[in-house]
């Protein structure tokens, strides 16, 4: 029973990744536009609708638009943090849907590493910054160690199983050649890394790189006359639940309750149906809560469903195959590439990482302090 | 090198009372007058119910420890201050605050019963932290 075909990927493509000092965050944007464009057979003038989310300048879609020489009819800066570009995709298939424009282009890039923005403190918190700053937290790692905390509590959820995570996604990089951490890496590797904030060790935490990406999003109708193979968009959703981490209900229980089986229905597809999943790894707690809430186990047997390789190479449960945030590349914003690698495993075309005959994959995106969750499912004819 | 400014809160007409309260050494939420439950920190609107009928209401300043974490890397100006806690602590009237716990000197626990504490920062500011009063059985 799946959805109608309304509206495929088409294009995909990273900029640069990794360090990249020369490059401004235009320039990187602009190469992966460019760079996705081309790969779908499109041309920038064929663009209708502009999707773009950054914390480079106020007036993203302006800026970036006029670099690149395009006058949108379709504009939408949505920006709710690593999500944001799943989220983007379900905008663009519902404007594509109501007739609005049959060409989207979704890009992000961050020059985070180069330009040493991580880490800083603000001088002045406002409005309800102002409740959560003074203490000195450090964000976003703070927080996801605390929800770390708190589920280890709740369901003996330990250490070594956090650890899991980064080991696979280590592993899955290995088979990446353009990953950015690629050496061997084990569970004793992790638990013996610098602790940054208890329990969550440097390796329990996402690169910090440059880097930019883009998709191009089109109509069934130009979907097919493009290069590649047209990427289904069967399902989507999104939701946000929190802002301050104060007002975060459970720390434990993500948005992803909500919009996985939203998505999930949309698309007409059971759990035993996803070939291959792209989870957002900011930290691997992130991965453990997320699966949870997506009902991939039940909640508290996170832990236990990451261990014994099973979303390792080879495990039975394909996840972050191009080796994820945690090793592939983090540039501040990691969702665009969690779509971007699921659909090239769909045309497979994953190489030495390839997951065989992937036919449906489950994207899902979350943003900030396990504020925003976004989910799209994709699947190939 | 000199040292960067920590965050200051920007004073507005819902954080006002609230930050005049850790002067004055009384922890201050807001209760819906129309629904009666807590809220914290103070805004113009129910979350709950939508009334605008709220009122600061001084918090007994007792509260359970819901998660934390042992900061090892602190970022900008916090960063000689490692290790410090960091702590959700649910207080007794039913909202959830962030804080700082100190005081801990056998370390502290998910569970654990805190008590606010008012503390000055080096650079002035009065800050709602909290200490241990009783572990919590483990």
Redesign the interface.
């Given at each position: 029973m799946r959805r109608d075909r309304i509206a495929a990927i088409v294009g995909i493509a990273e900029s640069d990744i990794g360090v990249t000092p020369d490059k401004t965050v235009l320039q990187l944007q602009a190469q992966a536009a460019v760079r996705a464009l081309t790969d779908a057979g499109l041309h920038t003038r064929d663009v209708q609708a502009l999707f773009c989310a950054g914390a480079w300048t106020t007036w993203t879609n302006l800026m970036l638009a006029e670099y690149l020489g395009i006058q949108p009819i379709y504009t939408d800066s949505t920006n709710i943090g690593g999500s944001s570009f799943e989220a983007h995709v379900g905008h663009a298939v519902a404007g594509i849907q109501a007739g609005l424009f049959e060409v989207a282009l979704i890009v992000y890039g961050s020059t985070q590493r180069s330009q040493r923005l991580r880490g800083k403190v603000p001088g002045e918190v406002s409005l309800t910054e102002q409740y959560e700053a003074p203490f000195g937290l450090p964000v976003p790692v703070g927080a996801y160690a605390m929800a770390a905390m708190r589920h280890m509590y709740e369901y003996g959820t330990r250490p070594e199983q956090l650890a899991e995570v980064a080991v696979a996604a280590r592993q899955w990089a290995m088979q990446n050649p353009r990953a950015f951490a690629r050496d061997p890496l084990s569970v004793e590797d992790v638990l013996a890394s610098r602790m940054i904030c208890e329990p969550l060790h440097l390796y329990d935490c996402c690169l910090v790189t440059d880097g930019g990406g883009a998709i191009v999003v089109t109509s069934e109708r130009v979907a097919r006359q493009c290069r590649h193979k047209p990427i289904w968009v069967l399902g989507h959703a999104e939701t946000h639940t929190h802002h301050t981490l104060l007002s975060m209900p459970d720390v434990t229980s993500t948005g992803a309750a909500v919009t996985g089986p939203r998505a999930m229905a949309m698309a007409g597809i059971r759990h035993d149906d996803v070939d291959v999943a792209e989870i957002y790894d900011s930290f691997t707690i992130t991965v453990i809560v997320t699966l949870e809430a997506l009902g991939f186990c039940q909640q508290g047997e996170g832990g236990a469903f990451v261990s014994g390789g099973r979303i390792a190479p080879g495990g039975s449960f394909p996840m972050n195959t191009n080796g994820g945030g945690l090793s592939y590349c983090h540039p501040g914003m990691y969702g665009i590439f969690l779509l971007i690698e699921a659909a090239l495993q769909l045309r497979g075309d994953a190489g030495m990482r390839q997951v065989p005959n992937a036919q449906i994959a489950l994207v899902h995106g979350t943003g900030v302090q396990l504020s925003s969750s976004a989910t799209v499912v994709l699947g190939r004819d | 090198m000199t040292m960067?400014?920590?965050?200051?809160?920007?004073l507005?007409t819902d954080?006002r009372p609230?930050w005049e309260g850790c002067r004055q050494g009384v922890l201050r939420i807001q209760r819906c007058k129309t629904c009666a439950r807590y809220v914290?920190?103070p805004r113009s609107i129910c979350p709950h119910c939508m009334s605008d009928d709220l009122v600061f209401v001084e918090a007994k300043g007792l509260g359970t420890v819901?998660?934390?974490?042992?900061?090892?890397?602190?970022?900008?100006?916090?960063q000689d201050?490692v290790p410090?806690t960091?702590?959700?602590v649910d207080l007794d009237e039913g909202v959830?605050?962030?804080?700082?716990i100190v005081d801990a000197g056998e370390g502290i626990g998910?569970?654990d019963r805190v008590e606010v504490v008012f503390s000055e920062?080096d650079d002035g500011?009065v800050?709602p932290y909290f200490r241990p009063i009783l572990k919590a059985k483990r």
């Amino acid at each position: 029973m799946r959805r109608d075909r309304i509206a495929a990927i088409v294009g995909i493509a990273e900029s640069d990744i990794g360090v990249t000092p020369d490059k401004t965050v235009l320039q990187l944007q602009a190469q992966a536009a460019v760079r996705a464009l081309t790969d779908a057979g499109l041309h920038t003038r064929d663009v209708q609708a502009l999707f773009c989310a950054g914390a480079w300048t106020t007036w993203t879609n302006l800026m970036l638009a006029e670099y690149l020489g395009i006058q949108p009819i379709y504009t939408d800066s949505t920006n709710i943090g690593g999500s944001s570009f799943e989220a983007h995709v379900g905008h663009a298939v519902a404007g594509i849907q109501a007739g609005l424009f049959e060409v989207a282009l979704i890009v992000y890039g961050s020059t985070q590493r180069s330009q040493r923005l991580r880490g800083k403190v603000p001088g002045e918190v406002s409005l309800t910054e102002q409740y959560e700053a003074p203490f000195g937290l450090p964000v976003p790692v703070g927080a996801y160690a605390m929800a770390a905390m708190r589920h280890m509590y709740e369901y003996g959820t330990r250490p070594e199983q956090l650890a899991e995570v980064a080991v696979a996604a280590r592993q899955w990089a290995m088979q990446n050649p353009r990953a950015f951490a690629r050496d061997p890496l084990s569970v004793e590797d992790v638990l013996a890394s610098r602790m940054i904030c208890e329990p969550l060790h440097l390796y329990d935490c996402c690169l910090v790189t440059d880097g930019g990406g883009a998709i191009v999003v089109t109509s069934e109708r130009v979907a097919r006359q493009c290069r590649h193979k047209p990427i289904w968009v069967l399902g989507h959703a999104e939701t946000h639940t929190h802002h301050t981490l104060l007002s975060m209900p459970d720390v434990t229980s993500t948005g992803a309750a909500v919009t996985g089986p939203r998505a999930m229905a949309m698309a007409g597809i059971r759990h035993d149906d996803v070939d291959v999943a792209e989870i957002y790894d900011s930290f691997t707690i992130t991965v453990i809560v997320t699966l949870e809430a997506l009902g991939f186990c039940q909640q508290g047997e996170g832990g236990a469903f990451v261990s014994g390789g099973r979303i390792a190479p080879g495990g039975s449960f394909p996840m972050n195959t191009n080796g994820g945030g945690l090793s592939y590349c983090h540039p501040g914003m990691y969702g665009i590439f969690l779509l971007i690698e699921a659909a090239l495993q769909l045309r497979g075309d994953a190489g030495m990482r390839q997951v065989p005959n992937a036919q449906i994959a489950l994207v899902h995106g979350t943003g900030v302090q396990l504020s925003s969750s976004a989910t799209v499912v994709l699947g190939r004819d | 090198m000199t040292m960067q400014a920590k965050p200051v809160p920007v004073l507005d007409t819902d954080s006002r009372p609230f930050w005049e309260g850790c002067r004055q050494g009384v922890l201050r939420i807001q209760r819906c007058k129309t629904c009666a439950r807590y809220v914290f920190y103070p805004r113009s609107i129910c979350p709950h119910c939508m009334s605008d009928d709220l009122v600061f209401v001084e918090a007994k300043g007792l509260g359970t420890v819901y998660t934390y974490t042992v900061v090892h890397r602190g970022f900008g100006p916090f960063q000689d201050e490692v290790p410090f806690t960091i702590a959700l602590v649910d207080l007794d009237e039913g909202v959830r605050m962030m804080t700082r716990i100190v005081d801990a000197g056998e370390g502290i626990g998910i569970g654990d019963r805190v008590e606010v504490v008012f503390s000055e920062r080096d650079d002035g500011l009065v800050l709602p932290y909290f200490r241990p009063i009783l572990k919590a059985k483990r």
